[in-house]
């Protein structure tokens, strides 16, 4: 396949599926932006769809543009301090891992049968949303117990926030579980094309007590980190399909720009619930992809 044959939506024209395909991208770049996700969870089943693209490519334009909306949000996010790089590093460790994981699995075990590792991500998903609505009144908590290990690594932060201009500290703990939820971040970024931030910012927030907007650009941060590393398996088997992922990659970096000043001013409370849907959809949208709707 080549040329605009791929991204023609029915029986509308090549230019006007275009321009769909367009909006769509914006759309999933925006939303990335604002949560720190990606937006690779509405974006693949878009593409498969309503574009009829095979799984593997839509994943791999996913992956690619992940790799945009990173590059996009993060460089203004660490200038400013709202970006914990250290945590981000330290975080990375597991999801790295996770993510030439999942993209090995995708492209060899799982190549040519339905995903049937999908429903593993569901509880974990939902536990997420759990995690987040139960801290909604709340950003982090003051005094958490102890961690040894972000002490040693010195993870504890402070930032401005960018509506408020105060300065604030936070204390960073639980952080074995935090590399665990890290780890499935990046099998979900191989294996599904997602930006894997639906698992990290619910990790860093609730589970972390990292403020949201530091997880949110600190999760925008990294997933260009994990998404690379399973580019890199889809280029290599030929999935990477450049009349998709070039128009794709544009939208998603002109929604990301978007996106991102809206997770800036958007209360932190708003954006929680913004996230608990995100996740629920998430969860609904594997359910479909394990019954083989968008296998």
């Known amino acids: 396949m080549s040329g605009f044959a791929i991204v023609t939506l029915g029986s509308l024209s090549p230019w006007l599926s275009l321009l769909i395909l367009l909006v769509v991208a914006f759309a999933a770049g925006m939303v990335g932006a604002a949560l720190g996700t990606g937006g690779g969870i509405f974006l693949v089943p878009a593409l498969v769809l309503l574009f009829g693209l095979d799984i ?21 996010d660490v200038e400013t301090g709202l970006t914990n790089i250290r945590l981000a590093m330290f975080l990375e460790s597991g999801t790295a891992v996770g993510g030439l994981l999942g993209a090995v699995v995708a492209v060899t075990i799982l190549a040519s049968q339905s995903n049937v590792l999908v429903l593993v991500f569901v509880p974990v998903i939902l536990l997420g949303a759990g995690l987040m609505l139960s801290s909604r009144d709340r950003d982090i908590v003051p005094d958490p117990p102890p961690d040894p290990i972000a002490r040693r690594l010195r993870l504890d932060g402070e930032y401005v926030g960018p509506v408020t201009h105060i300065r604030r500290s936070y204390r960073v703990t639980r952080t074995p579980l935090g590399l665990v939820f890290a ?9 599904l094309g997602l930006g894997g931030g639906i698992f990290k910012v619910p ?34 088997a030929g999935d990477v399909e450049l009349a998709v992922a070039a128009p794709v990659i544009l939208a998603v970096f002109a929604g990301t720009v978007v996106g991102r000043r809206y997770g800036h001013r958007a209360p932190v409370g708003r954006l929680k619930l913004l996230f608990v849907g995100l996740l629920v959809a998430a969860a609904l949208l594997m359910v479909a992809r394990a019954a083989g709707v968008l296998a």
């Open 56 to 76: 593997h490519v839509a994943i791999a334009a996913s992956i690619v543009s992940v790799i945009a909306t990173s590059s996009a949000a993060a460089a203004g």
């Open 183 to 191: 780890f499935f971040a990046g099998i979900a970024s191989g294996l």
């Open 203 to 236: 990790a860093m927030n609730a589970v972390m007590n990292v403020p949201l907007r530091v997880a949110t650009a600190t999760s925008t941060f990294m997933i260009g980190v994990t998404a690379t590393a399973g580019a890199l398996v889809y280029l290599f």
